[in-house]
């Protein structure tokens, strides 16, 4: 079937992105779903960091591809257990649930999914994607910046329908990252103080997943004051740039910022006996300068946690509960909606600092 899509053709162009143009929007071809696989009407799809991580060069992954990874839609077709017209929402890193690390109970990437996602392909090494004639790679086995997707079934996770599209997308990055690490890593009791350094759309999920627990502080931290209001506006309790935040110290602090000065100033805002949870996800050749001595001598640690140490299957639902209930308004996050046609600024705004979510909408 025909699709139309954004396409990343050369990796690293200059900026600004709106120029240059490193994303092209064009049709495409998309082949039907085979075994285990769905054929999805994507509704809306979020711009992230990891997209514009491919765009830059900080990740390097074969083009062309069609890129995007956090995104909602409809089942429109697939012989799976899912029915048609089933909203579902896309997750970047599919888990075949047999490998060592699915046995890690989401601390470990996924071993064939990972390796699915290194090489831009579904999960049985399949792409089903080609412009004239030319094979078009997956991203992530999502790739959401178009009208349709094939996803492996162990790349989505359903959720009701009274889950507006906007919400389903940010509950597959987002909201699974930022506040993946909250739940599941950081894990705060009432009476504690967590701290979100970098407050893009995965901080402010952070931020709002720790709000959603009782008898918490929650701190934000980013040099853009434009975002340090937007915490503000959505209950964060103090906000500081990371030249305020010096005195500062909490029990659970979330780098959400990928980048080394913030992990390092997280490092410096963990307090004796805390734990530092860095999600952010730095250029390959970053490098930090911390003292090892504060970790033996105050029992500090450092984690790691990637996609928030989420199993989806089990996470999203939860994340559901909360927006239900009041306790998590995703809806917050959403800076701006673009038409797709403006992907190429999006990206500039991205890498401005000046966007916390972008939301694509295809209805």
Not at 69 to 86: F, K, M, N, S
Not at 94 to 102: I, Q
Request: charged share 15%; hydrophobic share 45%; aromatic share 4%.
């Amino acid at each position: 079937m025909k699709i139309r899509g954004a396409v990343l053709d050369h990796i690293g162009l200059p900026r600004p992105y709106a120029q240059s143009g490193p994303l092209t929007v064009s049709d495409l071809d998309l082949a039907g779903p085979g075994p285990g696989e769905l054929l999805v009407r994507i509704e809306a799809a979020g711009l992230c960091h990891s997209d514009l991580s491919v765009v830059d060069g900080n990740r390097v992954r074969p083009v062309p591809m069609l890129l995007g990874h956090e995104a909602a839609g409809i089942v429109e077709a697939g012989d799976t257990d899912l029915p048609i017209g089933q909203r579902v929402v896309m997750t970047f890193l599919p888990r075949c649930g047999s490998c060592p690390a699915c046995a890690t109970d989401g601390l470990t990437p996924c071993g064939p999914g990972s390796a699915a996602n290194g090489a831009g392909t579904l999960m049985d090494g399949s792409i089903r994607l080609t412009r004239d004639g030319e094979p078009v790679f997956h991203h992530l086995g999502v790739s959401g910046f178009a009208t349709y997707a094939v996803v492996d079934r162990r790349s989505v996770v359903p959720v009701p329908a009274d889950v507006p599209p906007v919400v389903a997308s940010l509950l597959g990055c987002a909201v699974l990252t930022g506040g993946g690490a909250v739940l599941n890593v950081g894990k705060p009791q009432a009476g504690q103080t967590v701290i979100v350094v970098g407050l893009g759309g995965v901080g402010m999920a952070a931020a709002l997943t720790a709000l959603a627990h009782d008898g918490v502080r929650v701190i934000g931290v980013d040099q853009v004051t434009d975002k340090l209001d937007r915490a503000r506006a959505l209950g964060v309790h103090e906000t500081y740039t990371p030249e305020q935040a010096a005195d500062v110290l909490a029990t659970v602090v979330i780098e959400a910022a990928g980048h080394p000065a913030a992990l390092e100033t997280a490092i410096g805002l963990t307090g004796p006996g805390g734990r530092t949870i860095t999600v952010g996800l730095p250029r390959p050749d970053a490098r930090i300068s911390v003292s090892p001595l504060g970790f033996v001598a105050e029992g500090r640690s450092l984690i790691g946690s990637y996609l928030g140490s989420a199993v989806p299957a089990r996470d999203i639902p939860r994340f559901v509960e909360l927006w239900r209930a009041g306790r998590l308004p995703v809806e917050q996050l959403v800076s701006a909606t673009i038409p797709l046609d403006a992907i190429n600024a999006g990206m500039d705004a991205l890498a401005d600092g000046t966007a916390v979510r972008q939301i694509i909408r295809f209805d």
